[in-house]
């Protein structure tokens, strides 16, 4: 049987995680998720590529130890608002910090324009209070941005695949998550144009699975003993994933097209490629050069990526199953089973 055994989500983008015991799904993923980011001051007037405006633990590891905290307004009786809508306070702290910062939301700043992997998105200025206590945390300027869904448009990607005939036309003209469904994978409409994502690298969810997790700590330990490797064990914590799959199989989920958890449907939709952010130890934000040296031994498995070393799978929710939640414990149901294959990026 597989089930839910771990539920997590990132307030802030590239900061600690929160583990739940259930997670609300809204349109952009698990409410809350990576809905916040910090970003570099001069952003509008950066020479270097356009990720590289957003401050992440593979170039300042420090910013992993940032440990967010979520107090929430109660909710009006009938009202039809989201968490986020009800407001609260966002507050940050970390180790060396002696002091923390509380960002109240929703936020009243300024609405800017900005790129998250390609895909344009606007974004709101939580205030220079978040702004001088990260610049501290981080040694350089920078300033926390939120995804608010009320001022900001939804993240719409210009990943498209348009000349694909097997893409959906809705998938082809706008999606709104960074890459297009892969070949072969179709949705139907309106499903299709209507997946979201917030400050995510990807996808609205990644799965990993405790079974992948064993085979990948087998790999690691037998490295170790060869002299190759410098860990012999990690947690799914260091891949970030937003569910962790209880089962006994490694990488059975590659084979994965959708599932149901509790009474949501969610489509698997590609292999996750893994990068250096996975080499950052979520206690101490120390970089080592395992896991992805020994993922990178024995996972280049997408056939359209074959350099790229993959470990867990992205997946995005029905439509209609906004407003659900998926509890720890949650049995999964695998509805359907197949190939998956990266689509090439449209040249």
């Known amino acids: 049987m597989l089930k839910v055994k771990n539920l997590y989500m990132y307030p802030v983008k590239s900061c600690r995680g929160l583990e739940l015991n259930e997670a609300t799904i809204a349109n952009h993923g698990f409410a809350f998720d990576r809905q916040w980011m910090i970003v570099r001051e001069d952003f509008a007037s950066y020479s270097e590529p356009a990720h590289t405006r957003i401050v992440t633990m593979r170039d ?11 107090d929430l307004n109660e909710p009006v009786p009938g009202s039809t608002q989201t968490a986020y809508e009800r407001g609260g306070t966002l507050t940050l702290s970390h180790p060396k910090a002696s002091d923390t910062v509380a960002v109240p939301f ?21 205030g220079d209070a978040a702004a001088l206590w990260l610049s501290a945390i981080c040694g350089e300027s920078v ?8 001022s900001c448009a939804p993240r719409v990607s210009t990943n498209t695949y348009g000349d694909d005939p097997i893409l ?8 709104t998550v960074r890459h297009c469904v892969p070949v072969g994978h179709q949705l139907p409409p309106p499903y299709s144009i209507r997946a979201q994502a917030a400050f995510a690298d990807a996808y609205p969810y990644l799965l990993v699975s405790t079974g992948s997790m064993r085979d990948l700590n087998a790999h690691l330990a037998e490295r170790v003993t060869q002299g190759k490797g410098d860990l012999s064990s990690v947690r799914p914590i260091n891949f970030r994933p937003n ?8 990488f059975e989920e590659d084979t994965w097209m959708a599932v149901k958890i509790g009474g949501s449907t969610i489509h698997v939709l590609s292999r996750a490629t893994r990068c250096m952010a996975t080499t950052v130890d979520p206690d101490t ?29 992205w997946g995005v929710h029905e439509p209609e199953c906004v407003g659900n939640t998926i509890k720890v414990g949650d049995e999964i149901d695998v509805l359907k089973t197949g190939a998956h294959g990266k689509a090439p990026k449209k040249k």
């Open 60 to 70: 300042v590891p420090t910013v992993i130890l940032i440990t967010p905290k979520l």
């Open 285 to 313: 934000a120390q970089k080592t050069k395992d896991p992805l040296t020994t993922i990178q031994s024995y996972r280049r498995v997408e056939p359209n990526a074959k350099y790229e070393a993959c470990f867990g799978m």
């Open 168 to 175: 959906m036309p809705e998938a082809a003209s706008k999606v």
């Open 106 to 126: 929703p936020c009243k700043g300024k609405s800017i324009s900005f790129e998250v992997f390609g895909d344009p998105v606007q974004v709101v200025d939580c």
């Open 243 to 250: 569910i962790v799959v209880e089962n006994e199989v490694a």
């Open 143 to 150: 300033r926390l941005v939120v995804n608010d869904y009320q």
